[in-house]
């Protein structure tokens, strides 16, 4: 059987991994991939947003079933186009996959039918949205409309950095045409919670939650970025949050979305805001989150094409859907510099052999004469999993340290939060 699997980061690098475990599968294919996913896949030089081109090599290369990845594709429509040749796809459609593709379009939805959000107001002409933030409450949060690498929203502390922010994405235009129109919300507090889901349209199946750590340095300090490492489970996720969620949040997420005709089918992805008043929904995206997948893949039980290919033919009801007890640290090991300017090229070293609880999910990285060099901000994710979380991040922290290339970073909190979560837990106990 062959998979075809569009992408070229850490995420995919996971997933390709995850698919390697069905003896079914006898090739696998990543569009365009990265010289890492290059020791687990045959990589392609087709971009993922060439959806001409990647739906020619599905077709002449008589690809079983396809994985659309990345958040591009899926809302520039490549999972119709393949769907089109009848080529079976994991992966929302087009219309579904607007869900991330306008902020604007998911706030309406949430607000159509009463899924619980910040309050927000949407704005396609900057001298109103400077006028709005004359008297908007501060700190406030500033969201392109559309895609932006996961790099387009800002929290502005001040009246003036929020007026920077606009000026910024609808003027000078650093995030392109996604900044056409932007979204000021309300500004949330409490713990944040990611949670990936399956869902065919008709069932929904949460796979295990996770946190994410977004600033690019230690204490949550310096710019955002697309992730500097994840932990699972989330210990702010209790079983009667996760409850509320799937009534209050998902359950409706999916029934709105059917109730628009934009079906969802693939992985829809909640980012959760713990509120004292409730969960409330931060932001939706229409595929695997980026570190949260290399953390929540490695507990997964059941197998991953079983369940895609579930999830396709509608029948994810049938289907089961296990994750092990433990616990998963992701530390991403970047090139320092990252989220601005960074030098690549360097010559990468890792670990021969790796243990059966360790993963390396390679994000940016090339293949030159024979060497692994590094090729992108976020270069790798040292990945490692155990029956508790404090183990699971000391042994992801030993493989980062086993990893090295000139001019590499990484924080050294992550998980730290959470630990003191479980810690304060058990002193309540």
Do not use: W
């Amino acid at each position: 059987m062959k998979i075809m699997v569009v992408g070229s980061g850490g995420r995919e690098h996971a997933i390709i991994k995850a698919l390697k475990k069905n003896s079914a599968i006898t090739e696998i294919y990543a569009l365009p991939g990265n010289g890492g996913i290059a020791k687990d896949a045959v990589c392609v030089n087709i971009g993922a947003k060439d959806i001409q081109g990647i739906t020619k090599f599905a077709v002449e290369n008589k690809i079983d079933f396809a994985v659309v990845a990345p958040d591009d594709p899926l809302v520039l429509g490549a999972v119709d186009s393949l769907k089109n040749v009848g080529i079976p796809c994991f992966g929302p459609e087009k219309k579904a996959a607007i869900i991330e593709g306008s902020k604007v379009f998911s706030k309406n939805l949430m607000k159509k039918y009463g899924i619980p959000t910040a309050a927000y107001e949407v704005f396609d002409n900057i001298g109103d949205a400077l006028s709005y933030l004359e008297t908007a409450p501060i700190p406030t949060v500033i969201k392109a409309d559309g895609l932006a690498l996961g790099k387009g929203v800002i929290i502005a502390e001040t009246r003036e950095k929020a007026k920077e922010a606009v000026k910024t994405i609808m003027q000078d235009k650093i995030f392109g045409d996604s900044g056409n129109s932007v979204v000021i919300e309300e500004f949330l507090e409490g713990p944040e919670v990611s949670v990936l889901s399956f869902t065919d349209g008709k069932t929904i199946v949460p796979m295990i939650s996770s946190m994410d750590h977004k600033r690019a340095g230690d204490n949550d300090t310096g710019l955002n970025t697309g992730g500097m490492g994840t932990i699972a489970p989330n210990p702010y996720y209790t079983p009667d949050i996760a409850n509320e969620c799937m009534e209050k949040i998902f359950l409706p997420t999916i029934d709105a979305m059917n109730k628009e005709g934009r079906s969802f089918s693939g992985c829809l992805y909640f980012g959760l805001m713990l509120t004292k008043s409730g969960p409330k929904v931060i932001e939706y995206n229409c595929r695997f989150g980026d570190p949260e997948t290399q953390v929540v893949l490695p507990l997964l039980e059941s197998d991953l094409y079983t369940i895609m290919k579930a999830v396709s033919d509608g029948k994810l009801a049938e289907t089961s859907v296990k994750f092990s007890q433990g616990a998963c640290c992701c530390v991403v090991v970047a090139s320092s510099g990252y989220p601005e300017k960074y030098e690549t090229g360097f010559e990468i070293s890792v670990p021969e052999k790796l243990a059966d609880f360790e993963e390396i999910y390679i994000a940016g990285a090339k293949q030159s004469e024979g060497k692994l060099l590094t090729a992108g901000g976020r270069v790798l994710g040292a990945v490692a999993k155990a029956q508790d979380l404090k183990t699971a991040i000391t042994r992801a922290y030993a493989l980062a340290e086993n990893i090295k290339f000139s001019n590499s970073y990484y924080r050294k909190d992550i998980g730290q939060r959470a630990l003191k979560i479980y810690d304060c837990k058990k002193e309540k106990n």
